[in-house]
């Protein structure tokens, strides 16, 4: 039973969206515990997005909303900081199941493992995205960015996001801007063809360095975003942790290469 919380709603053609909510319960390399902290990648990608409009880097609202399933389990702090981030939860939609929960035991080497905490369908049900629970006022959105799993990344649905200005009555052209993200690196290679796919699918392709080696191969950043582009993406952004990242754009026969430098951070939590 899903239980759809009066959150206020934004419309603007300048939205950007993200997906998901996961509380972490963090275990680090000394024994300490942190737990209940919000992970899934959503909750981070959508403070990136409101990041220029909160330091003033930019006139615009930077308005943001995020797409998630929650149980009545998620903490007061969670829901407050993503208030207090100015993130709309307009998409978040509250039901009888818990929120998705897992532990992250994170080791000195930077290895992290994760296990979950909530049954299977929790997590299908909490996390699984459909173009029915995106709410109307985010269906002209300007962007949208999610994570994928590269061996399922659910073509489908990211072919009905890409076009979804489409179903909603937009005119052609109005396509939002889309970009994936793994969640991990490929658990075996991919076929010429399923890499072109996933490559292919959205705007803007953003792996870190081991998910990118995954796909096609070791070799320097350089060779692994230039490799992506020949596979078919239109701009990769290859993360790579304190070197900051490197963006690779490709029109033709000319081509843009964009080192980006990390901020120098104190790193408390590589999660996130």
């Known amino acids: 039973t899903e239980i759809y919380t009066p959150f206020p709603t934004r419309r603007s053609s300048d939205l950007l969206v993200a997906f998901g909510i996961i509380l972490d319960d ?74 998705p929960r897992a532990w992250q035991m994170l080791e000195r080497d930077g290895r992290r493992t994760q296990v979950w905490r909530v049954e299977g369908h929790v997590i299908s049900a909490q996390l699984g995205r459909t173009l029915e629970r995106i709410p109307e006022s985010y269906r002209q959105a300007k962007g949208f960015h999610l994570g994928i799993h590269p061996d399922e990344p659910d073509l489908e649905f990211i072919h009905q996001l890409r076009h979804l200005s489409l179903h909603s009555g937009g005119k052609p052209g109005g396509e939002p801007v889309l970009s994936l993200e793994p969640f991990k690196p490929a658990d075996r290679p991919l076929s010429d063809a399923a890499l072109r796919q996933l490559c292919a699918a959205a705007d803007i392709f953003s792996p870190n360095v081991a998910e990118a080696q995954s796909l096609v191969g070791n070799g320097t950043p350089d060779e692994l975003v230039r490799r992506l582009a020949d596979a078919g993406a239109s701009i990769v952004t290859l993360r790579m942790g304190s070197e900051g990242s490197l963006v690779y754009a490709r029109s033709g026969a000319s081509h843009l290469a964009v080192h980006v430098p990390a901020i120098p951070t104190n790193v408390i939590d590589p999660t996130g």
């Open 26 to 99: 963090l275990v680090f390399p000394d024994g300490h515990t942190v737990t209940g902290t919000l992970g899934g990648g959503g909750p981070q990608t959508a403070f990136g997005m409101r990041l220029p409009a909160l330091a003033g880097w930019t006139e615009t609202s930077g308005d943001v909303g995020l797409v998630a399933g929650i149980g009545r389990d998620l903490p007061g702090l969670a829901r407050a900081w993503l208030a207090a981030a100015g993130i709309d939860l307009a998409g978040i939609r509250e039901t009888e199941l818990p929120t």
